[in-house]
């Protein structure tokens, strides 16, 4: 399960938004985890909230405004339950002056309170989408991932079934490689999956009959893509015995559920003669056109329908006349 500590996120968001420890620096190897996030009815980070609890509490002025407005003794009850229950960090905004009360609160609880001199919204917008990355769900998947015309494609198939040496000709062809063999995706939000390649395997692509090879080294820095969104899967297989005379105006397509995210998948069958590199760019380019909706299987349909329509339509004349 993806886990990041509040230090992590201290040391690697500290310079765009200007953070600082307030109090509660015992708390730094506390976690937000994945399963939180699973959690119903628990948000990830947003203005405080004493209702629905909040992983990451952020204070804008209007919340220490609210907060200087409490009796002290409220003040204090609310200052506990901002550092108490599913809240991990407490970031304060806008460069409020934090009441003693939640300072000591924080320091008690081991809560870390971190404070920052830009905008409350702007915290929230750049941690919301950073946090989703460092927190999605995270699965390993066996196939080859490219750069396909800018679409992240996913080649998977049996083993011997021709994946890598795809992978080369479409490299060759000017797309990128991402990853080879084992591909890590992970969820970065509600209907995108991002793949990337694991640290080890990184810039190779193995070529039966070549061996190991760095497509970096011969194809140069424009070959190689760090990390991309997944939007198609192409699967390959061989074809059954009689299979390709019944399926050859039969488009092999649908969906596959990864991480929760239903990416769409194109089959394409693995013969003599086909030229897979072309195949799989008309795939993608397909694709992209079904995303503008335009459908040229269903065009083709229906100008088939309107021509069989106008054919049977009664009084039709023949051009002859």
Not at 27 to 36: K, P, Q, V
Request: charged share 20%; aromatic share 2%.
């Amino acid at each position: 399960m993806p886990r990041l500590s509040v230090q992590r996120l201290f040391d690697e968001r500290r310079a765009r938004l200007g953070l600082a420890w307030l109090a509660g620096a015992a708390g730094a190897t506390r976690e937000i985890t994945g399963e939180m996030l699973a959690q119903p009815g628990v948000g990830l980070i947003s203005h405080l909230n004493l209702i629905h609890p909040l992983i990451v509490q952020v204070l804008g002025k209007s919340e220490a405004a609210y907060l200087e407005g409490l009796d002290p003794t409220t003040r204090e009850q609310t200052a506990a339950r901002i550092c108490g229950g599913d809240t991990v960090v407490v970031i304060a905004c806008d460069g409020i002056a934090v009441p003693i009360e939640l300072e000591q609160a924080a320091s008690r609880t081991a809560t870390p309170l971190l404070g920052s001199a830009e905008p409350s919204q702007q915290v929230i917008n750049v941690l919301r989408p950073y946090l989703q990355q460092e927190l999605g769900a995270v699965t390993q998947v066996h196939g080859v991932f490219l750069d396909v015309l800018e679409i992240g494609v996913l080649i998977t198939g049996e083993s011997s079934v021709g994946k890598s040496e795809l992978a080369l000709e479409l490299i060759s062809r000017g797309h990128g490689l991402v990853a080879d063999d084992v591909v890590e995706l992970q969820q970065i939000g509600p209907e995108t999956v991002q793949g990337r390649c694991p640290a080890m395997l990184r810039d190779f692509l193995e070529v039966r009959g070549l061996g190991v090879l760095n497509i970096r080294s011969i194809f140069g820095e424009t070959a190689v893509r760090p990390r991309k969104a997944l939007r198609l899967v192409v699967h390959l297989e061989m074809p059954v015995n009689g299979s390709s005379e019944r399926e050859r105006l039969t488009t092999r397509s649908g969906t596959q559920s990864i991480l929760g995210v239903d990416v769409p998948t194109v089959t394409l069958a693995v013969a003599p003669g086909r030229n897979l590199a072309v195949l799989v760019e008309a795939a993608v380019r397909n694709h992209i056109l079904l995303t503008r909706g335009i459908d040229s299987t269903r065009d083709f349909i229906a100008r088939q329908a309107s021509t069989m329509r106008d054919e049977g339509a009664p009084g039709r004349k023949d051009d002859a006349d």
